[in-house]
Nanobody
């Protein structure tokens, strides 16, 4: 059974930082590309950042220079360090894993990030 459990969300003031983590189980973690997506109220889910099984990273333009995605294969963890948070970063953030070329993907349950003064 595959499980993705996110943690680290919560309220934060503008300009602040949060670190999201996603613990994966039930998959061969090192074989999967990992990513973070987010969905704000009334908006479509959008890609935030991805990291391939080989460590290559990709970021949405709106987070470049502020967010950093990383993975730790021995502990089956993917993290998203978020700095310089803005009100428009408020959303539910979802962990996503994908076995590219196989058509297998899984989603976490999401963690709420609220940026407000």
């Amino acid at each position: 059974q595959v499980q993705l459990v996110e943690s680290g969300g919560g309220p934060v003031q503008p300009g602040g930082s949060l670190r999201l983590s996603c613990a994966a189980s039930g998959i061969i973690f090192s074989a999967y590309d990992m990513g973070w997506y987010r969905q704000a109220p009334g908006k479509q889910r959008e890609l935030v950042a991805t990291i391939t099984s080989r460590g290559g990273t990709k970021y949405a333009d709106f987070v470049k220079g502020r967010f950093t995605i990383s993975r730790d294969n021995p502990t089956n963890m993917v993290s998203l360090q978020m700095n310089g948070l803005k009100a428009e970063d408020t959303a539910v953030y979802y962990c996503h894993v994908e076995r590219v070329g196989v058509g297998v993907e899984y989603w976490g349950q999401g963690t709420q990030v609220t940026v407000s003064s």
